[in-house]
T-cell receptor, first 112, second 110 residues
């Protein structure tokens, strides 16, 4: 299977919370990231979490990390139409690694 | 300030033609630089990365090559494009926080 897995699609109503999930396989992952890609644009770094943390909150964004289950989630509170995009989970494996490994991305559609 | 520039934004090329995509970084020195490709409906695929001038690591054997002629310049090339080279190409630069991406080049090979 894929090293970093995400569901491909998520649809939510405007104002609701969105939860995008990601699983990874490498227990030596040191940093885990969430990127946002709007249509025709590059990837924008949204937030990241160190592997020794369980949670990180940044305004409407909450990242939860369950190292035991190798599960990462991104919660977007009060989802807006401008949040519609593809969200990528990514990991850096091991100390000193130069590479990020990405999931295939979750397409979030926000219904007005 | 630190920025990353990538051009062109879109490119339409015939099969068999050459390719040159350029990426430059400003506001930093000796950056780690990356080329990714995103094919339609698929995730990101790491193509090349470079930790310094003249140092290129290839992740996927293919029709493409990369060069790093200057510290803050990373070039993706091909001598003869294939249909399968179509995709969205992203240059990225690694900082202490993560990868920062350029705006991408949408390449269509016809």
């Amino acid at each position: 299977g894929e090293d970093v897995e995400q569901s491909l699609f998520l649809s939510v109503r405007e104002g609701d919370s969105s939860v995008i999930n990601c699983t990874y396989t490498d227990s030596s992952s040191t940093y885990l990231y969430w990127y946002k890609q709007e249509p025709g644009a590059g990837l924008q770094l949204l937030t990241y979490i160190f592997s020794n943390m369980d949670m990180k909150q940044d305004q409407r964004l909450t990242v939860l990390l369950n190292k035991k289950d190798k599960h990462l989630s991104l919660r977007i509170a009060d989802t807006q139409t401008g949040d519609s995009a593809i969200y990528f989970c990514a990991e850096i494996r091991g100390a000193g690694s130069y590479q990020l490994t990405f999931g295939k991305g979750t397409k979030l559609s926000v219904i007005p | 300030s630190q920025t990353i520039h990538q051009w062109p934004a879109t490119l339409v090329q015939p099969v068999g033609s050459p390719l040159s995509l350029e990426c430059t970084v400003e506001g930093t020195s000796n950056p780690n630089l990356y080329w990714y490709r995103q094919a339609a409906g698929r995730g990101l695929q790491l193509l090349f990365y470079s930790v310094g001038i003249g140092q290129i690591s290839s992740e996927v054997p293919q029709n493409l090559s990369a060069s790093r002629p200057q510290d803050r310049q990373f070039i993706l090339s091909s001598k003869k494009l294939l249909l399968s080279d179509s995709g969205f190409y992203l240059c990225a630069w690694k900082t202490g926080e993560g990868l920062f991406f350029g705006s991408g080049t949408q390449l269509s090979v016809l």
